[in-house]
């Protein structure tokens, strides 16, 4: 029997409250009927005896109190899954956005998920050839990873993004299908994922779920949620491989700080909710392998920094639950590096069991700890270099400096288009090696120096 | 069972009313999944419940259980080995139960009821005992003797039976104190320590087997440590290198809030890690709990608790046990979101007033006991608690509060880690105020004059750090002969001795011994070389790219064939 409460006594933003709830539920949806008859959908935040707190996904605008109805539902929010959304697009709310008809259901999947019982997780170990040599190189990307790409503001990571979905594959040449999830993007952020995935044949094995800058605030928190869903879906119950793209993260962030503020909690660092760490893990930590499934989830969830500061809540809470980060430079970008990936402070977590001998090549994890470590070199040498002038350097110090300089200009740099392989990018990773003398090169293994080096006279 | 109802759900905190026996801290099941939840306020006619599952769904009107028992954990032999999550609730069984997601209102017991284990007594009829006696062993993985003990509540003084050697479960009675019935497991409420007789002065070093931490910032068995690093400073690197290879003769790892498949790395890979000592599996000594950090928040709170009463259950056999908790930040964390969902007045950054009071009474658990019983037995119990500052900024009050209380600092350093410099633990920032307890100690399984070579080598850096800016201003060349051989100096023992690569087999793990022929190696050759300097040589030709390649090669001499050292100079 479901209730219908014509008692809603305070509306604030995008919350209201309805009293005299009796057998209300925690977290259960609620459907509003404003006096014209419109249907608005919310959750509950808050049970208590005689109130209920709930939290509407669209605009509470125009809304009169007096005239409308709150209909409890009795079950937590849900959404209804097929083989069917693949080559789809939904708003935030789970409709369909693209006109098309509504999906035939075969499952209906509660969009909060479970956690995965760590006895249950198959450790993520499958190298991900993105062939962009900054990622596959030296940060590399395994299947069930979660690595976001911290950006800022007018920095290409969409173009990184969608250049990964159009590349990813495992090497035996399988590919993903794709979830993306936007949150609060701008109309031409959006149609350039859309166009990007059409033209490259990617959209037919794809769901996108939209909700952009001008559409309701609260449904960008249940979007993500609505995405990771039809991940799982398609992932452990069609055993597919899923990449995750999630964009963008901050105005997820923004979105919760929204509702938890209008809600007046005790707010936590920079005025976010206190939970925003575990809020943002109950996200996250939606990806991975499972034992026994042949599916699995990569998520690649970007986020903006605000003013590029790493240290802000958002992007810090983020690095402390994904497994690495793939940093975009300002500083890089402006002398014209495309893809302007700092590669110093970038870091994937998983990388150590997917490299190596029968994963990529015997020597990565050398040659990728060497180009980390005279890339680092180089880096100093050139600030000194600043302060005393070229001239002054050793000679050593002037090969440290012309290595920094060309592995930027070679390595890091790459075309939109460019799909190298791991072979390749280990290839030019030795051309570089090689520019600095032997007994620098403390990271690789004597073999593999004599096996791959360019120059292996001393 | 008292009964009382519902008034109120927000997120993991449920307000009942009805409940007149209740008491604080007691363990209630919640709603009609009876999902499982403890009394944290009461005030008035409302009790407020903090719960250890979702809470979706449940609503006002439905039932709330006492148990009339506190939150507590089960020991007993059956712990080892084990992967619990944060109340002690078996992760095995719970998939076997729900599946590769975790459901909610599972109830699964934490030790095996029907296992049978081979218990052998070490006492008889008659015998006078005392809380803390060893009645009998019992062998719970090969090379490890879990011992029986009178329970810290016994009464009875008198054993009036004791079972026989054979085989025995843990429900199975096998010894008497009068009346009072004693089996081979009991429980204990994990908010309470567990009785000693004695607190002691640490005045061992717990070996690691990482150069950086034993030579430079030693911990003590029994001593306090805490590793702060922003993310992507390999927090986590130490924390599982610290748990592979350090002496302890068990390991409590507590994954609080972590990453599920960082967890997931562990739960595979410390099965397949040997014992560097016994040559068994290192999970035969490791207990593991793991709540990741979409895990129920307030189970998370629990978590660590969980883990130092097992911990203490150790150390009350005698053994020597090292805690790691990994992040006690999310820990943190949790207390806040309770905290504020409580509406109770917030301290810095949010954070309850008595963050501090709690997180000080948790490290205060650790240290060198002497143990009830009447064979005075030593235990220790090390604890290394991880925090995660936001930011990276060590002035936030969870870092505070735990430098406050711990003796050990490893400052991870991310722009170390950013040169791949691993353990990137930073040797300006980092102490150890134990230096002077177990000096003696380091002498004696060092070798002779181990402080006098940390002493030199670490002067040697700090020195270095100060030629740094003349260098940064004028260039290597404005430095006399001596000051540059330093800075040479000072760059073997940051790469050669200071990075350790845990994932080369050969260097992950530095035995002491190994650790003084290398330090001391690197000393001599600076000291001879500063005469040579004197006499007019030029440093390249003391440090020829030749010993220079010796130097490098160190590490990689085998823990066997130390005299090599001898052959270096």
Known sequence: MLKIYKTITESAGPLLVVDGGEGVKYDELVEIETQDGSIKRGKVLEAAKNRAVVQVFEDTRGMNLKNSKAKFLGRTMKFGLSSDVLGRIFDGAGEPKDGGPEVIVEKYLDINGSPINPYAR???????QTGVSTIDGLNTLVRGQKLPIFSGAGLPHSKLASQIARQAKVRGGEKFSIVFGAMGITFEEAEFFISEFRKTKVLSKSVLFINLADDPVIERITLPRIALTAAEFLAFEKDMHVLVILTDMTNYCEALREVSASRKEVPGRRGYPGYLYTDLSTLYERAGKIKNKKGSITQIPILTMPDDDITHPIPDLSGYITEGQILLSREIHNKGIYPPV????????LKDKGIGEGKTREDHSGVLNQLFAFYARGREVRELALVLGESALTEVDRKYLKFADEFEKRFVSQGYLEDRSIEETLILGWELISILPKEEMKRVKEEHIAKYAKNKAD | MEKGKIKKVTGPLVVAEGLEDVKMYEVVKVGEDKIIGEVIRIQGEEVFIQVYEDTSGVGPGEPVFLTGQPLAVELGPGLLSGIYDGIQRPLKSLMEKSGAFIGRGIEARALDPDKKWKFVPSKKEGDKIVPGDILGTVEETPNFLHKIMAPPYLKGEKLSFIAKAGNYTIEDVIAKAGEEEIKMSHKWPIRDPRPVKEKLIPSTALITGQRVIDTFFPVAKGGTGCVPGPFGSGKTVVQHQFAKWSDADVIIFIGCGERGNEMTDLLTEFPEIKDPKTGRPLMERTVLIANTSNMPVAAREASIYTGITIAEYFRDMGYSVALLADSTSRWAEALREISGRLE??????????????????????????????????????????AVSPPGGDLSEPVTQNTLRVTKVFWALDSSLAYKRHFPAINWLNSYSLYDQNIGEFLEKEGGSGFNDYRAKAMGILQKESALEEIVRLVGVDALSLKDQFLLEIAKIIREDFLHQNAFLDVDSFTSLKKQYFMIKTIIEIYE????????????????????KEKVSKMKLVKEDNLEQFNLIK
Do not use: H, W
Not at chain 1, 122 to 128: A, G, L, Q, S, T
Not at chain 2, 356 to 368: D, Q
């Open chain 2, 344 to 385: 109770e007045m917030p301290g810095d950054e949010g954070y309850p007033a008595y963050l501090g009071s709690r997180t000080a009474a948790f490290y205060e658990r650790a240290g060198c006991f002497k143990c009830q019983g009447s064979d005075d037995r030593k235990g220790y119990l090390t604890v290394v608690g």
């Open chain 1, 122 to 128: 198959e450790y993520p170990e499958d190298f991900i």
């Open chain 2, 528 to 547: 001879s070389g500063l005469k040579e300097i004197e006499q007019g040589k030029k440093i390249a030709d003391i440090l020829g790219r030749a010993l």
């Open chain 1, 342 to 349: 700092d590669v110093l402070p970038s870091l994937s977590r």
